[in-house]
Structures are given as structure tokens and as C-alpha cells.
Nanobody, 126 residues
């Protein structure tokens, strides 16, 4: 079993920045891709960003490209999401996830991820 715990959410004004972290424990493996998703009230869960096991490959949703940066530290079993130029439409619960596949492909579909955290709330005020 893998446990994922997110932190770093909060309230920020539009144009501001936040850094989210996801700490993994249990039967984790640095050979799995990791991702961030988000879900706003009344909306479907949405892919945000993914990183390969090495951190050398990343993949972003068009809506956050150029504003968000995903990174990982395998020595610390953490994945981070640096968010800048935040917009009110970025308001959501942000959740990290671990891929179910041991391959280098980065997936945007939630069904490709086996373990999920509880999420951390990000609220961007206008």
C-alpha cells in the first residue's frame, strides 16, 4: 500500500504563487510516474501535470503550461507543484497520484493512477 499526503494549499490572491508538496510513504517506488490532478466544486477531476520517475520528463495540461512546474525528489519521496500567476479558475482541491504502470509513459487519465492522496485546497481570490 502507498500513502500520499498533500500539503501547502491555502488562500492566495490572483497573480500570486503557492507550492504544493506530496509526501509518499509505504510501498512506494521511485520507478513510477507521479501526477497532480485537481477538482473544482461541481466539476470533473482534471489532470494538471505529471512527471516521470526520474523527473526528466514532464507533461502539463494546456491550462497550466508555463505557470506550473512539477518536480520530484526521490530521495525524500516527495513530489511538488510550484504554481505561479494563479487565477481564480485555478481554485480547486489538488490531489497527487502515483501511476499504476512501471513504464516511462506519462498519462493524463485518472484511471492510469492507482494511489491517490486526500487533497489540499487551493483558493485563488480575484
Amino acid at each position: 500500500q502507498v500513502q500520499l499526503v498533500e500539503s501547502g494549499g491555502g488562500l492566495v490572491q490572483a497573480g500570486g504563487s503557492l507550492r504544493l508538496s506530496c509526501a509518499a510513504s509505504g510501498r512506494t517506488s521511485s520507478t513510477y510516474a507521479m501526477a497532480w490532478f485537481r477538482q473544482a466544486p461541481g466539476k470533473e477531476r482534471e489532470f494538471v501535470a505529471a512527471t516521470s520517475w526520474s523527473g526528466g520528463s514532464t507533461y502539463y495540461a494546456d491550462s497550466v503550461k508555463g505557470r506550473f512546474t512539477i518536480s520530484r525528489d526521490n530521495a525524500k519521496n516527495t513530489v511538488s507543484l510550484q504554481m505561479s500567476s494563479l487565477k481564480p479558475e485555478d481554485t480547486a482541491v489538488y490531489v497527487c497520484a502515483q501511476s499504476r504502470y512501471m513504464n516511462p509513459t506519462l498519462y493524463s487519465g485518472s484511471s492510469s493512477y492507482a494511489y491517490w492522496g486526500q487533497g489540499t485546497q487551493v483558493t485563488v481570490s480575484s
